[in-house]
């Protein structure tokens, strides 16, 4: 059964940081693409940033220079470091593993989301 559960929302004021987790179970970890999907209220779930198994990322760009995505491969696990945080940033945040194409075919997983509110 594959799992991906996010840790690490709350509530943070403009300019502060967050560290997001996102720990991985039942896949294999190096045959999917790992992303990071936010979805604020009244609007489309959109792309934050993503990671390769080879390390390889990519970043929207209204987070470029302010979030990281990397991976901890020994806990499994996909981190999203936020800096500078604005309160457009309020959205939940969701964990997203996508098939890679060159070792498996099916369908994306989903975490459940985690609450990342930024405001004085």
């Known amino acids: 059964q594959v799992q991906l559960v996010e840790s690490g929302g709350g509530l943070v004021q403009p300019g502060g940081s967050l560290r997001l987790s996102c720990a991985a179970s039942g896949i294999i970890f190096g045959m999917y693409f790992m992303n990071w999907y936010r979805q604020a209220p009244g609007k489309q779930r959109e792309l934050v940033a993503a990671?390769?198994?080879?390390?390889?990322?990519n970043y929207a760009g209204f987070v470029k220079g302010r979030f990281t995505i990397s991976i901890d491969n020994a806990k499994k696990s996909v981190l999203l470091q936020m800096n500078s945080l604005k309160p457009e940033d309020t959205a939940v945040y969701y964990c997203n593993a996508r098939p890679d194409t060159t070792f498996i075919h099916g369908s994306d997983y989903w975490g459940q989301g985690t609450q990342v509110t930024v405001s004085s």
């Open positions: 990671i390769t198994s080879g390390g390889r990322t």
